[in-house]
T-cell receptor, first 118, second 113 residues
């Protein structure tokens, strides 16, 4: 079964350290999303890419977060420096979109990267 | 900015009872998606609604998109313990980017056997 793969699955790090999360979208999908989930804020859209180009990263704290797609098989989300308030589950999702959205195509979420910053 | 609210926040039902969650957007939506997330799991796409007044069914699940395309509902008939989880709607505003889906606050469903 095709699936979105995220690494690491779990990460505990100290405040101030750099954290890099990686995502391998489903082969052939042209749209990749990064979401963050916390109890307080729910699921927040951080950034998304279409054909590797960043379309919107307005949901992302610009001073410490950065998202890139170095190639079609890899998306990265980096936090530098990390802070305790960044503790959350970070989900990557991918889908096959067209100019109107996703039509009947499913968006698939990865299993998430559980980040704890102490 | 666009906000998507869901009610109720929590719902406990006896197995066999029906369940409904409502999704309300502050802006008109181009389309809306529904997801289910099991405890400790990841969101799983259920369906997408596009047309005003659209109704779609998946076995015991009925999804509806409001006429004004600002609200939606998910109804589960005769709940089962396998329905446990959090149900999210995700809407794309007519004024936002083509792929910008904002998730609702979610409704956590607990089914008592």
């Amino acid at each position: 079964d095709a699936r979105v793969t995220q690494t690491p699955r779990h990460k505990v790090t100290e405040m101030g350290q750099e954290v890099t999360m990686r995502c391998q979208p489903i082969l052939g999908h042209n749209t990749v999303f990064w979401y963050r989930q916390t109890m307080m804020q729910g699921l927040e859209l951080l950034a998304y890419f279409r054909n590797r180009a960043p379309l919107d990263d307005s949901g992302m704290p610009k001073d410490r977060f950065s998202a890139e797609m170095p190639d079609a098989t890899l998306a990265t989300l980096k936090i530098q420096p990390s802070e305790p308030r960044d503790s959350a589950v970070y989900f990557c999702a991918s889908g096959l979109g067209d100019k109107t959205g996703f039509s009947g195509n499913t968006i698939y979420f990865g299993e998430g990267s559980w980040l704890t910053v102490v | 900015g666009q906000q998507v609210m869901q009610i109720p926040q929590y719902q406990h039902v006896q197995e066999g009872e029906d369940f409904t969650t409502y999704c309300n957007s502050s802006t008109t939506l181009s389309n809306i998606q529904w997801y289910k997330q099991r405890p400790g799991g990841h969101p799983v796409f259920l369906i997408q609604l596009v047309k005003s007044g659209e109704v779609k069914k998946q076995k015991r699940l009925t999804f509806q998109f409001g006429e004004a395309k600002k609200n939606s509902s998910l109804h589960i008939t005769a709940t089962q313990t396998t329905d446990v989880g959090t149900y999210f709607c995700a809407g794309r505003s007519t004024t936002s980017g083509t792929y910008k889906y904002i998730f609702g606050t979610g409704t956590r469903l607990k089914v008592l056997a």
